[in-house]
């Protein structure tokens, strides 16, 4: 570990982690962890490459050589595999559901832990996760769980879904979204649970400017300039 700040966001899927922490990341020159895309990758690259996703040790051999990184831009994250971006190909449903099980096993997720905590750099980084205040940063300088209902990340899900020329179906991604959060807080391993010192954040009801400006006034409170 450096002497870098490390801002660990951690929440369910459609809370709105990836828009905050992109923000966040960009606002104060820090690096950034997006730890759902790395379990997206491998599961994608798992597929490509004709693997299980219940193979944990051909899945562990593959986690070994995921050349990764993360770039924050005007227009998102730009998630890089061995220099090619694989933003879009890893963002659909299926990748999703299956980074889900591939995070599930314990054996990926001991492969793939050093990696995450080998993104901390200074001046600082802002990591997205499940398990980031939990588990991968437990000593992070600022811990966020970031929540909203599962209605209203149903509806954002559908809205991006539908704005990027894709149809889709509330009760379904409602009960996909349902599933998934079954499975991310009863798993074993890491499950998804804000951390002790964590503080909440619901978004819920508020906007993404809304939800920034609240994470920086505890950036702030931690002696950090913005």
Known sequence: MT?????????????????????????????????????????????????????????????????????????????????????SEIRSERTAEGASRVAALPRVREALLQRQRDFC?????????????????????LKIFLDASPEERARRRVLQLTQAGREAVFELVLKEIEERDARDRNRP?????PAEDAVLIDSTHLNIDEVLEKALELV???????
């Open 3 to 87: 002497d870098a700040f490390v801002i660990a966001v951690d929440g369910p899927g459609g809370a709105g982690k990836g828009e905050l922490t992109r923000r966040l990341a960009m606002r104060l020159g820090f690096a950034l962890l997006d730890s759902g895309a790395i379990y997206r990758v491998l599961a994608y690259a798992a597929r490509k490459a004709g693997l299980a996703l219940f193979d944990e040790d051909s899945l562990v051999e593959e986690a070994k050589v995921l050349n990764l990184s993360f770039e924050a831009q005007d227009d998102g994250v730009h998630v890089m595999l061995n220099g090619e971006d694989v933003s």
């Open 121 to 141: 750099m200074p001046p600082g980084l802002v990591a997205d996760g499940r398990d980031m205040g939990t588990v991968v940063f437990p000593k992070a300088d």
């Open 189 to 193: 391993v890491a499950p998804l649970k």
């Open 220 to 226: 702030r409170s931690k002696g950090i300039k913005v």
